[in-house]
Structure formats: C-alpha cells, structure tokens
C-alpha cells in the first residue's frame, strides 16, 4: 500500500492544520467537506495571530468541525451496532504534556470542550463510558437528546455497515487539529464517533495519547485518522512525534507514520502534523483526507 500523498508546508511564527477524516468521500462531496476544514482553521488562526495558545486554537478548530454535521464527530457522529452514540475525543498540551481524554462519552454536543475540562482540572488523564458521563455533568455539561446530533447519513452508514454484517473500517469524517502558537507550544485535538456499527465499549485510537493524538513542545504534534484498530498498536502520533525530536522533516516523519501503519498492520489512514519550528505536515494512504491549513505567511487546503 503506498503513500497516496504527502507534503509539506512552510509554516512560521503560528500555524494550524486540521483534518477532517481520512477516508473515500465521493468527489462531488469533497469541496463541503473542504468548506468546513477551511472555516475550522480560520477560528483557530484568529486565536494565534492574537497570541492565543495553541491548546485554545485546537480546541477552537475541532469545536467547528463536531458542530457541522458532514463530519463524524459531535453532531454527526457515526453509530454503534445498537444504534447508539458513543464519542471519543482528546486534547493534549505540548509544552506541559497535560493531556485529557473522554471515550464512549454518551450524546454530549461538543465532546472536545469535556476533554478539555479533563485536562484543566489534571486529576486524571482518561474518563470512559457513564464515568465520563458523569464527569461532564459534574463539570457543568448537559446532555443533549440524541436525535439533535443523528443525522440522516449516520443512519445509512449504520445500516450498510449491519448489512455487511461486520463494522464499516473506518467511518470517515474523524476531526482533528495540531497547532503551534507565537510562545513555540505546541498542542493536538481529535474527536470522533469512531467507526459506523463498532460493539459498544470500543475505543478507537483518537482519545490514547500516542495513538490518535499527542503533543511534545520539544518535538511537535500530531492527530492521526484512519483504521484506529491499526493506530492504536503502531502507536502512530507517539512515532511521529518521536521523529520530529529527533530532527526529522514534518513531512518525512508523517509519511513515515503512515507507511509503518501500513508496512505493520496493512490498515489505512492519515495525519496531519506540527513540528516545533510551526512548520506543518500531512500525509495519507485513504484516497481522500480533507484539510486545511493557516499560519503568519498564508494558507492553504486540500483534499
Ligand atoms: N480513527 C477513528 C477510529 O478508529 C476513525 C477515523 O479516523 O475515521 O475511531
């Protein structure tokens, strides 16, 4: 399986790049899902250029992207094999490796704002399943009724994954950011409702630090997409990040990423990337992964 597309962007002072999913989006879909990737790095980029904090602006990003319902994350969100939400999300600051995670988290519209939450009060790293639940109600998060964040296209997913009889691999649609603010921290966000017809209690790759998504100010930071049952044992943000300490090109390093996800467990996916010096980089073995990036000298997206 090859590398369908890398590349590597300049970056400066601050820059942002999300994803919103690896995946096969049909092509006369691709540019609504490059209109929401684009506006997620516009609200991210308003936090940098004002020196705001990386971990601001990831949260900021993904926060667009689970609000609009062509992705699978927050409204949108694929479904269990019983028809049922369970969303994974996390966040993870660079400079002092705090991170905070929510998994199989019930109908709560913005999951990222709960794993932040996890994060701010740094007792624990992890919450899972009515754990979770309970700890967003604690922390001023209600639920919201299920049918509010269900959309039609979950639906169908759901029901052509049980005709298949088995989960579909990857839903598409996943989100996620990486930035790099004016003070040099670095910061990574993902969030997902994982994959159409998953069993109830799984957890994909998106809510491990080191699997979905990880941050490290020293070497940089990265959100992963893509076969989570492959990410999560290749450690795929954790090898990346591993690389950029030791001084490799943004670009390499997440071609590299992809191709041991590959090269180990045969399953696709994608990555978006960050390095220290605000540069930024992708790269996928999925025929389509949209993204879209801004930073102090330009912008650019892609799909
Ligand atoms: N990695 C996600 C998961 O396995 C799915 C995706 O990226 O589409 O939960």
């Known amino acids: 399986m090859s590398i369908t597309f890398e590349s590597e962007l300049l970056g400066g002072s601050f820059g942002v790049i999300v994803h919103g999913g690896a995946g096969d989006v049909p092509d006369d879909r691709l540019p609504r899902h490059l209109e929401g990737c684009r506006a997620a790095a516009v609200a991210a980029r308003e936090i940098l250029v004002t020196s705001g904090t990386a971990l601001d602006a990831v949260q900021a990003a993904v926060r667009v992207l689970e609000d609009d319902p062509v992705f699978n994350?927050?409204?949108?969100?694929c479904l269990t094999s019983d028809a049922?939400?369970?969303?994974?999300?996390?966040?993870?600051?660079?400079?002092?490796?705090?991170?905070?995670?929510?998994?199989?988290?019930?109908?709560?519209?913005?999951p990222i704002a709960i794993a932040r939450a996890v994060l701010n009060e740094a007792e624990h790293v992890l919450y899972a399943g009515?754990?979770?639940d309970a700890f967003a109600r604690a922390h001023g998060f209600e639920p919201v009724a299920p049918e509010s964040l269900i959309t039609e296209a979950a639906r169908k997913k759901l029901a052509s994954a049980l005709a298949a009889g088995r989960p579909a691999s990857f839903a598409?649609?996943?989100v996620g950011a990486v930035a790099r603010d004016r003070s040099g921290a670095v910061a990574a966000a993902t969030s997902t409702g994982g994959m159409s017809g998953k069993r109830p209690g799984r957890?994909?790759?998106?809510?491990?630090?080191?699997?979905g998504t990880y941050a490290d100010s020293r070497g940089g930071a990265a959100s992963a997409t893509?076969?989570?049952?492959?990410?999560?044992?290749?450690?795929?943000?954790?090898e990346l990040v591993h690389a950029l300490r030791s001084g490799v090109a943004v670009g390499s390093a997440a071609r590299a990423a992809i191709e041991?996800?590959?090269?180990?467990?045969?399953?696709?996916?994608?990555?978006?990337?960050?390095?220290?010096?605000?540069?930024?980089?992708?790269?996928?073995?999925?025929?389509?992964?949209?993204?879209?990036?801004e930073w102090d000298g330009g912008s650019d997206a892609g799909s």
């Not at 957890?203 to 699997?211: E, K, N, R």
């Not at 996800?261 to 949209?290: E, P």
């Open 130 to 132: 009515a754990g979770a």
């Open 172 to 174: 598409g649609g996943t």
């Open 84 to 110: 049922t939400l369970e969303l994974d999300a996390a966040i993870m600051d660079g400079s002092s490796l705090a991170f905070g995670g929510i998994c199989a988290l019930g109908p709560f519209k913005n």
């Open 203 to 211: 957890v994909g790759d998106s809510p491990i630090p080191g699997a």
């Open 226 to 238: 893509g076969h989570g049952e492959g990410i999560l044992r290749v450690t795929l943000t954790a």
């Open 73 to 77: 994350a927050g409204t949108g969100a």
């Open 260 to 293: 041991l996800l590959s090269d180990r467990t045969g399953m696709t996916g994608g990555v978006i990337a960050v390095d220290a010096r605000g540069r930024l980089g992708l790269a996928r073995s999925t025929r389509t992964m949209s993204w879209a990036a």
